[in-house]
């Protein structure tokens, strides 16, 4: 499951956490104490599923599912003649075991309509199978059941404008199993650790087309003008991970060897089918040479479903999309590695790590997502280079860092309340970090190699913490309890002091390490990379105690000494370098980090000579991170770096080979309000680039505001409704109450259409003199902080409702007031 790493980077960034940042991080808030102190064992398996066979059909006037359902089952180790299976919310017809083609009837209690406790014929014992077959009706839409930050709802069937009312809103049915939800459509054991062979037959309308996992065995039409469907797994995976899907979906047809590669996608979106899945089979290539298990399924098909409750989810072989990983071409010239781009990878790696071996347990839930985590950062570093994927890495330490109370929880997670509460910035961005340090600190042939035995030994069955560890250790012959007991079974992470002293009498470079967080002291190896004359040596380390020094006898002080040189350790870092030291850094050592380190003392000291050299450096730095990074750092208005920015910022405006970049260098130069820029804005108005396109837009409303508007209005569909993205941000620094029909028809609906905007909503609200947009607005507001409380948007949003009340305080509107008085506490709860 994602896209809960994606999701919080998004509102990192919007709420002015820079998403390439500081070195340093703060030691997180801490934790509100709710953690439930019950041991949350793994289920017991009492019986074993073995196959499920389905055959389904819709009701869309009434939401249901009318199921057949005839399962396959056998007793795991000891004999039994009960069995008990989820089936949340259904009516239940009959139940029976079915010999010989024979159905007999079987007694049963259905508790609380969440579990049949069904009464076998007799004692089986677990050399034998049995067939029980159940005739149901699953009701989703009248069950009550509860989602979380990363699934926010768990019906686990959704009828999608089944009456075709919505306007421009196709019809369609998914389903969604993770964690517990396959339950509310078919009855099961819905439990990880259970696998189980899988046919479905889905009855539907001729029109639609169907997807779920395994092959398309048969297409039967019937009569009554539908048809039905059959698909087939018969490699055994978990419950969750069933899917169905049913709509008017165009499918792209491509392929990774002799192995079906299929993208759905509305008609709206079919042409660009291609630019948006297109990578997929070059990542199933890249996943199975490096794991050394080549793709382990009959087919892999992707799917985009409107109105989706989650980011995307890695059902076997079929993995079904939000929308926010459609684009257009125009788009996706701006995309890179985006967050669709990203999940693409994310959700593929699941095939191995999540479908093929499962966690056995939600509190081993890391085997799963850190690793699918981690996934992204191998992607972008084969497909965009080695920046790429250490800037992806670090923002995942980043989200990590900034999540309020990731650092009092464990990776593998035996206490919780729920079990969605382990879909978390621990799990993801925590696990993927760990890992990838992991990785650095085994080697990379080494790594996969551990990879490689893990999933060998487990295929098709379920894996934990543990025999990650065990597979590691094979493959590398070295013991690592220390890593996972502090990693894996341990909370938090290491908060570092590094200072530095160079004795010119005894010609010795001293180095002072010091942990000081709360909780355990952690063993870290490390490289100390000391330049000096113009040559790096690389010593090794291991820190093991809370402080420690170490001292290197050098024939003259060094111009830099660079502790963890390969940067992969998750800690939180104060680095006390000198400022000179920071630009030789900037200049000679390698690494992504590195520089980014050396730019953020840069950013800091801006009127430093040695600084302003690095800030220009930037500007042409070979990731457009860095380089987006230090074009937003840069005042053009300082006379001491204009002379030499400006030529560059130009350059870069009109030239730069990335979008992401040219549009940041227009932005610069926007703010300057020179008319001889004009021509270089209107040029750029023209660019296929939304990016590019949009920054030239606002670069000209304050110089050229009837040109920029009139261009507008004869621009095409696309171009106008990328550039209201820049309006609506005018809209809400100077606009009035006429404007908010068109800002809340942007910003309403799903709250993530509100994240870049969610800053600037309360100085607009605090001013217009309708009541009512007041209130719709701190609806929005509302929604933001309940929704993305888990990523720390609460305290933030509360105090935007804070400073949003004082202004309507202020202007008597006491309905106003009111509103936001129950939407703070909302939000508190």
């Not at 508790?111 to 034998?128: G, H």
């Not at 490096?290 to 799917?303: E, H, M, N, S, T």
Request: glycine share 6%; aromatic share 12%.
């Amino acid at each position: 499951m994602t896209k809960l790493n994606t999701i919080a980077a998004a509102f990192m960034a919007v709420a002015g956490v820079a998403t390439i940042g500081a070195p340093a991080f703060a030691q997180a808030p801490p934790a509100v104490p709710t953690t439930s102190k019950v041991y949350r064992a793994t289920v017991d398996k009492i019986n074993d599923l073995v196959h499920t066979k389905l055959d389904v059909k819709f009701d869309y006037k009434k939401r249901y599912l009318y199921g057949k359902a005839w399962i396959t089952l056998k007793p795991h180790q000891y004999p039994t003649d009960t069995l008990r299976l989820d089936a949340k919310g259904m009516d239940i017809k009959s139940i029976s075991v079915i010999k010989a083609g024979r159905a007999t009837p079987l007694k049963y209690v259905y508790e609380d309509s969440l579990q049949l406790n069904i009464k076998l014929d007799k004692v089986y014992r677990n050399n034998e199978s049995y067939i029980v077959y159940i005739d149901y009706t699953s009701k989703p839409n009248e069950l009550k059941a509860k989602g979380s930050a990363a699934i926010s709802d768990a019906k686990g069937l959704y009828f999608i404008n089944p009456d075709g009312t919505e306007k421009d809103k196709p019809t369609q049915i998914w389903t969604q199993g993770e964690t517990e939800s396959s339950s509310c459509w078919f009855p099961t054991i819905d439990k990880p650790n259970q696998k189980t062979t899988e046919e479905i037959s889905m009855t539907v309308q001729s029109k639609y087309v169907t997807l779920s996992n395994g092959k398309l065995i048969s297409q039967k039409k019937n009569a009554d003008g539908t048809r039905t469907d059959t698909w087939q797994q018969l490699k055994p995976h978990s419950p969750y991970l069933f899917m169905m899907a049913v709509g008017d979906f165009k499918i792209y047809r491509d392929k990774w060897k002799t192995v079906p590669v299929d993208y759905y996608l509305e008609a709206k979106y079919a042409p660009y089918a291609k630019e948006i899945f297109g990578d997929t089979p070059e990542i199933i290539d890249f996943y199975s040479k490096i794991l050394g298990v080549d793709y382990p399924w009959d087919k892999y098909a992707q799917i985009v479903c409107r109105d989706y409750v989650s980011g995307a989810m890695e059902n076997t072989s079929a993995t079904l999309h939000g929308e926010y990983v459609q684009a257009t071409k125009r788009e996706l010239l701006d995309a890179y590695f985006s967050q669709g781009q990203s999940t693409i990878a994310h959700e593929l790696f699941h095939q191995w790590f999540g479908d093929y071996v499962t966690a056995e347990s939600w509190s081993n839930l890391t085997v799963n997502e850190s690793f699918a985590d981690l996934s992204e950062t191998l992607w972008a570093e084969h497909k965009y280079g080695q920046d790429a994927g250490d800037a992806h890495s670090y923002q995942d330490m980043r989200n990590y860092m900034g999540g309020r109370g990731n650092d009092k929880k464990d990776l593998v997670r035996f206490y919780y309340n729920d079990k969605e509460d382990v879909f978390d910035g621990v799990t993801y961005q925590k696990g993927g970090t760990i890992l990838n340090m992991l990785r650095t600190y085994l080697g990379r042939e080494t790594f996969y190699k551990g990879l490689n035995i893990y999933l060998k030994t487990n295929a098709f069955k379920n894996g934990e913490a543990h025999q990650l560890r065990l597979a590691l250790e094979e493959a590398s012959g070295k013991d690592l309890n220390w890593f996972f007991n502090q990693w894996y079974f341990g909370a938090g992470h290491p908060v570092v002091t590094i200072d530095y002293k160079w004795d010119a009498a005894t010609k010795t470079q001293s180095i002072y390490l010091k942990q000081t967080q709360t909780g355990q002291i952690f063993t870290l190896p490390m490289f100390v990379d000391i330049y000096s004359g113009g040559k790096k040596t690389r010593h090794a380390y291991w820190m093991k105690d809370a402080s420690d020094t170490i001292s290197y006898k050098l024939d003259a002080k060094p111009e830099l000494v660079n502790v963890d040189g390969d940067k992969k350790i998750l800690w939180a870092k104060t680095d006390n370098k000198s400022l000179e030291e920071y630009v030789f850094q900037y200049f000679n050592a390698p690494l992504f980090l590195d520089r980014n380190e050396a730019l953020t003392a840069a950013i800091a000291n801006k009127n430093d000579k040695g600084a302003q050299r690095v800030l220009i450096a930037a500007l042409k730095d070979k990731y457009f991170g860095l380089q987006q990074r230090a074009i937003s750092a840069l005042d053009p208005t300082n006379a001491d770096i204009r002379a030499t920015a400006l030529p560059v910022l130009k350059q870069l405006a009109q030239s730069d080979a990335n979008n992401l970049v040219k549009a940041a260098a227009i932005a610069a130069l926007g703010k300057l309000k020179d008319q001889t820029n004009l021509p270089l804005f209107k040029t750029a108005l023209g660019s296929q680039s939304l990016s590019v396109q949009g920054a030239a837009f606002v670069a000209m409303l304050p110089i050229a505001k009837d040109e920029a508007t009139a261009a507008l209005k004869t621009m095409d569909k696309e171009s106008q409704e990328a550039l209201q993205t820049p309006l609506i941000g005018l809209y809400l620094e100077t606009g009035t109450s006429a404007e908010w029909p068109m800002i809340k028809s942007k910003i309403s609906g799903d709250v993530q259409n509100a994240l870049p905007f969610f800053r600037q909503l309360p100085g607009y609200l605090g001013r217009i003199d309708n009541a009512t947009y007041v209130q719709e607005g701190v609806a929005i507001l509302k929604n933001i902080g309940v929704q993305f409380k888990s990523q720390g948007a609460g305290p933030l949003v509360i105090n935007l409702l804070t400073t949003l009340k004082a202004a309507r305080a202020t202007k008597n509107d006491n309905a106003s007031v009111a509103a936001i008085d129950a939407a703070i506490k909302e939000i508190g709860n």
